[in-house]
């Protein structure tokens, strides 16, 4: 027996990285789970294609997924995408972009999914905040900004759907080893100083699994976190607490 078994999960971003980790996880321990990315992937999960800045698709998506599974009991809010720059080096359209897919994007698909969530009675919410909301990191303005709301709207979302019998909590990772930075070394000049570089940034020495990640985010979503919500659970080696 799986501690997910008759459990139903939608997870975005699930195309990939720390959300195809996670979703891999969640249908290990019994789950039945729907993926919505931009590139879905496919069995054994249930690809929805849909951009999460785009309400018309990801209502559509979302009412997909949740026919196919019948019903949703788990949303893992995990679709983002990454800028660097200082506050005076992204241009608005910029700032727009990163907001549009990483705050917006996470109350569309949460607005389109509670009718479900409700439905369920012990619902949970995971959204994938980062340790850039509050760790200060240099070079990463319009991101952290992006991830301090995620880390705002989680909180509120806790206290708002409390009453729906939904518990909503974040993870925030540290540098996880997923395709998204894996793309940013390779194309530094040197990639392998470039991780050997990142690597001892790390106080321990290493880069945080996608797994590592995916494990906090099935707690969070499993019964047994049933008293747990308006949480922060850091899954970053160390990097906030330790520097
Ligand atoms: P990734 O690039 O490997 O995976 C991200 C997935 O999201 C991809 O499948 C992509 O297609 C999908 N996606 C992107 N924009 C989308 C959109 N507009 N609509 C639908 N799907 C979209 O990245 P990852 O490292 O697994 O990151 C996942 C989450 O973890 C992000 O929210 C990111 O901010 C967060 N995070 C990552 C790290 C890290 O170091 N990798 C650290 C902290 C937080």
């Given amino acids: 027996m799986g501690e997910f078994?008759?459990?139903?999960?939608?997870?975005?971003?699930?195309?990939?990285g720390i959300g195809l980790a996670?979703?891999?996880?969640?249908?290990?321990?019994?789950?039945?789970?729907?993926?919505?990315?931009?590139?879905?992937?496919?069995?054994?999960?249930?690809?929805v294609k849909a951009d999460v800045t785009d309400d018309a698709a990801v209502r559509t998506a979302v009412t997909a997924?949740?026919?196919?599974?019948?019903?949703?009991?788990?949303?893992?809010?995990n679709a983002g995408i990454g800028a660097a720059g200082t506050v005076?080096?992204?241009?608005?359209e910029?700032?727009?972009?990163?907001?549009?897919?990483?705050?917006?994007?996470m109350a569309r698909v949460t607005r389109a999914a509670l009718?479900?969530?409700?439905?369920?009675?012990?619902?949970?919410?995971?959204?994938?905040?980062?340790i850039a909301a509050t760790a200060g990191l240099p070079n990463r303005a319009l991101y952290s900004a992006s991830k301090g709301?995620?880390?705002?709207?989680?909180?509120?979302?806790?206290?708002?759907?409390?009453a729906d019998g939904i518990r909503v909590n974040c993870v925030t990772p540290?540098?996880?080893?997923?395709?998204?930075?894996q793309r940013l070394l390779a194309a530094a000049p040197d990639p392998a100083a470039e991780r050997h570089a990142l690597e001892q940034r790390q106080p321990m020495g290493r880069l945080v699994s996608a797994e590592e990640v995916a494990t906090a985010i099935a707690y969070l979503a499993s019964p047994s976190a049933s008293s747990t919500t308006g949480t922060v659970l850091a899954v970053d080696g160390g990097m906030h607490g330790l520097r």
Avoid: K
């Fill in 115 to 130: 009718p479900y969530l409700r439905a369920s009675g012990h619902a949970a919410i995971v959204n994938t905040c980062s």
């Fill in 88 to 92: 005076e080096q992204n241009p608005d």
């Fill in 149 to 162: 709301a995620i880390l705002s709207l989680t909180l509120a979302m806790a206290t708002d759907h409390l």
């Fill in 5 to 16: 078994d008759g459990l139903a999960a939608l997870v975005t971003g699930g195309g990939s």
């Fill in 174 to 181: 540290g540098t996880a080893d997923t395709p998204w930075v």
């Fill in 94 to 105: 910029e700032w727009f972009r990163v907001l549009d897919v990483n705050v917006v994007g």
């Fill in 22 to 47: 996670t979703a891999t996880l969640l249908a290990e321990r019994g789950a039945r789970v729907a993926c919505l990315d931009v590139s879905p992937p496919g069995d054994p999960f249930f690809g």
């Fill in 65 to 77: 997924a949740a026919e196919h599974l019948g019903g949703l009991d788990i949303l893992v809010n």
